[in-house]
């Protein structure tokens, strides 16, 4: 049956038609676009249509970089993204009142850069009142929090060593545990965290859909781990399932994917295999991203985590098998290292006759200006999150000083012709793809600071950052060709705003908000 959508401002990214007022959809597919007489005399009897009030209209966003399981989980914690620490304690014993003995606290979000009642002590955890283990994830996933009781479930103690990959962190005058785990040490309590069964983490995600949705997100690329996946195919397999997923493989799982003969874009329209995902360094905040020179006022030069041949062997091995790698890559250091191996890699793909499939690197938040330059000369796709920056400017300044001139080069990046596409890493920062717009197109964070933007000459245009949210993300995936655009032969995953982004001031952006979302042709979240 044929569905009329007309009188509305539809901006299709579409270069040969940018605007149009109305569209003909035939089940999930668009099959007209134009004007409203043009669609409208294609109506027949039994055919639907919809008058749009003259709405804005737009393809659906795409989230590149989010963690899906990290993110329904979040909506069921405690929010510690507070501005000082004496909130967030509050927050843990008001918790505490409500939960049994044994009942784990778990919430994420603190960062204790942005406290305002520093200095920080780590054992301020520990407080009266609260018995039960306590295990608080930082704003960058690189680094918890944990009480002595949920550290004593994990068998961590003062005599622990640290972890390949990881860090314990210690009291500096007395070496004691302080409850501080980096990296890979997180995994001691995590897995002592109880389990949530299939049914929960099912109602869950379908919770975590319906306000990315809400949002205007209609397709994903998610990098968490293989229990997300069965969660996902549950979904699919009973038709719940309304985002597009790309799903990542992680790299302890590769062997498997290719025992089993899986490769990129395996799946359907609706949840397909996305790339390798792999750690090279660690975050800003926790001054774990690994840096050619040391931190501003210290020795410290971050954690390089895979060495360039072990990369190297990890690409070849995927490309061999028809798989492509995202390299999580945010220290200077680790872009280097990272675009040099994906150099080779493709040398080698081509020696070997293989396909040149687009690999990733996610952030790709400081790199040096040369090394961009060697990074165009590569297939290779800058995933970067722009909200990022609203709240990484002061971390940025402080401990990488004049290297800031090269953080979230984004118009850098566009003007190599690297494909640029842009997430959130939710649940670090909130899925709000407006926020991401305001921080591409400001470069200001969410106060508006600094008033001309930081390095504002990587600032990108709205029609730049839009075409990074909503087109070019679907270039890697499965419907390449066939979502970005509101064009015949295109599904039709659209979104309707409050506004249009045109007609307002441009640093008003992130006030946009959605009133429906429509996926496959049909409204699938209104306001």
């Not at 109305?22 to 089940?27: F, L, S």
């Not at 962190?169 to 897995?191: Q, T």
Request: proline share 6%.
């Amino acid at each position: 049956m044929l569905k009329i959508f007309y009188n509305g401002n539809f901006l299709t990214l579409n270069p040969r038609m940018p605007k149009a007022e109305a569209i003909a959809v035939d089940g999930a597919e668009i099959v007209a676009v134009g004007n409203n007489a043009d669609i409208l005399s294609l109506i027949r009897p039994g055919n639907r249509k919809e008058n749009l009030n003259a709405a804005t209209i737009l393809p659906g966003f795409t989230d590149s970089h989010i963690h899906l399981q990290h993110y329904a989980d979040f909506l069921q914690k405690i929010n510690c993204e507070t501005s000082t620490k004496a909130e967030c304690i509050r927050l843990i014993q008001a918790a505490a009142s409500e939960k049994k003995r044994d009942e784990w606290i778990l919430g994420h979000g603190w960062n204790q850069n942005g406290w305002e009642d520093g200095p920080w002590n780590p054992n301020d955890l520990e407080v009266p009142g609260v018995n039960q283990p306590v295990y608080l994830t930082n704003k960058s996933l690189h680094s918890a929090w944990a009480n002595q009781a949920a550290l004593q479930l994990a068998g961590i103690n003062n005599r622990t060593p640290d972890p390949m990959g990881g860090k314990v962190g210690r009291d500096p005058v007395s070496g004691e545990v302080n409850g501080i785990l980096y990296e890979h040490a997180v995994l001691s309590v995590e897995s002592v965290i109880p389990e949530k069964s299939p049914d929960q983490r099912r109602r869950e995600m379908l919770e975590a859909q319906r306000q990315l949705l809400s949002y205007g997100i209609t397709s994903v690329h998610d990098f968490d781990r293989r229990t997300t996946y069965q969660t996902l195919q549950t979904l699919n397999s009973n038709d719940q399932l309304l985002l597009r997923v790309h799903k990542s493989i992680p790299v302890e799982a590769l062997d498997a994917a290719i025992e089993l003969g899986i490769s990129h874009n395996y799946g359907n329209a609706h949840l397909h295999v996305g790339p390798v995902k792999l750690f090279m360094d660690g975050a800003l905040g926790t001054q774990t991203a690994a840096m050619i020179s040391p931190y501003e006022q210290s020795e410290q030069s971050g954690m390089l985590l895979v060495g360039k041949e072990e990369l190297l062997e990890i690409g070849q091995k995927a490309a061999k098998s028809g798989l492509t790698l995202a390299i999580h890559a945010i220290g200077d250091l680790a872009n280097r290292i990272v675009i040099e191996a994906l150099t080779e890699l493709e040398q080698f793909c081509l020696t070997n006759r293989l396909p040149l499939l687009p690999n990733r690197i996610e952030h790709l938040q400081c790199v040096t200006p040369a090394d961009l330059i060697k990074m165009a000369r590569t297939s290779a796709v800058a995933s970067m999150q722009p909200i990022h920056l609203c709240s990484d400017i002061p971390a940025s300044e402080k401990f990488w000083g004049k290297r800031s001139e090269n953080v979230y080069a984004f118009r850098t990046v566009r003007e190599l012709n690297i494909s640029l596409i842009f997430g959130s890493d939710a649940p670090v920062e909130y899925p709000d793809p407006f926020l991401g717009l305001h921080a591409a197109v400001n470069r200001q964070d969410r106060q508006h600071q600094p008033v001309s933007g930081w390095h504002p000459s990587q600032k990108l245009t709205l029609s730049e950052a839009i075409e990074s949210f909503c087109l070019t993300p679907h270039r890697t995936t499965i419907n390449a060709g066939r979502l970005g655009r509101i064009a015949s032969s295109q599904l039709c995953d659209l979104i309707m705003l409050d506004h249009d982004p045109y007609n307002m001031p441009v640093d008003e952006i992130k006030s946009l908000g959605v009133l429906a979302t429509m996926v496959d042709g049909e409204w699938v979240w209104k306001k």
